[in-house]
């Protein structure tokens, strides 16, 4: 399949999840609480994103379709656009857009701490995912984008400190993101890359522009 059809179905995908959420709102169909639930689902669907941006790196390793790379930029793009909007609902839905609260919020809410240090790194690899960038920052691209794993990190201490009381979906996020961790591992990304029988996909290699490598 042709990258851009590939990067069609994704925006499409990306962007129907919050329309459809507001959507839900707009007819009273989250609850008492619309915002609260809008907050929350935005925030984990900016989580389950990265993921799936971390999750393209084994599967290019494994098949050398270049297509992976493009969907990987793309989806690392549209996890910063959704933890925009959680920020975004946060400050309109629980602060009332009321700045003053914000200090207070910080020290009775230290995961709020937690979740603007995950957004700001998602901004540093965001404002970075192009190849302007890429050339002009040479071999410290890579690197720098490794902040992605720090970013995975306090997100997902972030979401434990907000669901401390049910922790269940928080386990599945953090198992997934383990395995994804443990398979950037030497050992099993070297395995991964001998399972590839000759190209498959384009002969060319795509750029890698996106966070999650």
Not at 95 to 115: F, H, K, N
Not at 157 to 173: E, K
Not at 180 to 205: H, N, T
């Amino acid at each position: 399949m042709k990258h851009p059809v590939w990067r069609g179905a994704v925006f499409l995908a990306a962007l129907a999840v919050p329309l459809y959420w507001l959507y839900q709102a707009w007819i009273f169909a989250l609850g008492p609480d619309p915002g609260k639930v809008l907050v929350d689902r935005l925030g984990q669907g900016a989580l389950v994103l990265l993921l799936l941006t971390l999750a393209l790196s084994p599967l290019q390793w494994a098949t050398r379709w270049s297509g992976w790379a493009q969907v990987r930029r793309q989806l690392g793009l549209w996890c910063f656009s959704y933890a925009c909007l959680h920020l975004m609902a946060y400050l309109m839905f629980i602060l009332g857009l009321d700045a003053s609260q914000l200090g207070r919020e910080l020290v009775e809410r230290p995961y709020i701490i937690v979740g603007a240090l995950a957004w700001l790194g998602l901004l540093t690899m965001a404002i970075t995912s192009n190849r302007w960038s890429m050339r002009r920052l040479g071999r410290g691209w890579k690197k720098l984008h490794r902040i992605v794993y720090g970013v995975l990190g306090l997100a997902l201490l972030h979401m434990l400190w907000v669901v401390r009381s049910d922790i269940g979906l928080w386990l599945l996020y953090f198992s997934l993101g383990a395995a994804l961790m443990l398979l950037r591992l030497p050992l099993l990304s070297q395995r991964l890359k001998r399972l590839r029988r000759g190209p498959i996909g384009s002969p060319r290699r795509a750029a890698d522009t996106s966070p999650g490598a």
